[in-house]
């Protein structure tokens, strides 16, 4: 090995030197290497990137994007998944970028429950305020008795009755798509404020909701 200080003697000094130079790594990091294959993870094992700089499965427990100390991605697998099998193109997603607020909807399924917030009740989980811009009640089985529903936000509580977004829906009459636009009633509204960590309930007004299926459809734009 012309190109190795490789002896006996600096074996036995505790030191081997390649070129001149020291390898100061110790044996079990060296042995990171033993098994490692480029481009595929090894459980402890060193990482090396296959010939396009690839890498088959990878879990990180922060991954971050971008030059420099990068950016946290934030999203979590199952909202990046819901993309997967999406039908849009690079362009269509690229509109999203500089927007100044992202629409997003949140679906709650409704309950036959005839206490305040109890047919639905959804906590604003984000950290700032948001606008609710639309309330669409999707009845698929309407109640088996009459019954009434008020719909609205609130910063009470999460079992507050409270109806500024639809007031005083039948949903006995027929099953359908109600919202707060077209079937607002006379308190409702087709907008409200509502801050971080509060509420939007939906509660039975009159009669009792014993028999009603479907789902609430919170659309709301994050500010």
């Known amino acids: 090995m012309p190109d190795t200080d490789f002896t006996p003697s600096a074996l036995n000094a505790g030191g081997l030197k390649v070129n001149g130079v020291e390898v100061t790594a110790t044996p079990a990091e060296l042995n990171l290497l033993d098994g490692s294959v480029a481009g595929t993870a090894v459980a402890s094992k060193a990482l090396a990137l296959g010939a396009n700089k690839n890498v088959d499965v990878l879990a ?47 679906k709650i399924a409704l309950a036959a429950v005839d206490t305040a917030g109890g047919v639905f009740s959804w906590q604003n989980d984000e950290t700032v305020s948001i606008i609710v811009q639309r309330l669409i009640l999707d009845v698929t089985t309407a109640s088996t008795g009459a019954c009434t529903l008020d719909c609205g936000t609130t910063a009470a509580s999460a079992t507050t009755k409270i109806d500024n977004l639809i007031d ?56």
């Open 60 to 106: 990180v427990a922060d991954l971050k994007l971008g030059a420099g100390a990068g950016t946290s991605v934030t999203s979590t697998a199952a909202e990046l998944n819901i993309l997967d099998g999406a039908l849009v193109t690079a362009a269509e997603l690229n509109l999203l970028d500089n927007a100044d607020c992202v629409v997003k909807v949140a």
């Open 168 to 223: 005083g829906l039948d949903v006995n009459a027929a099953a359908g798509v109600f919202d707060n636009v077209e079937d607002q009633g006379t308190n409702g509204t087709s907008r409200q404020k509502l801050a971080a960590g509060k509420w939007v309930t939906g509660s039975v007004a009159s009669g009792a909701s014993a028999g009603i299926v479907g789902f609430a459809y919170i659309q709301y734009i994050v500010i």
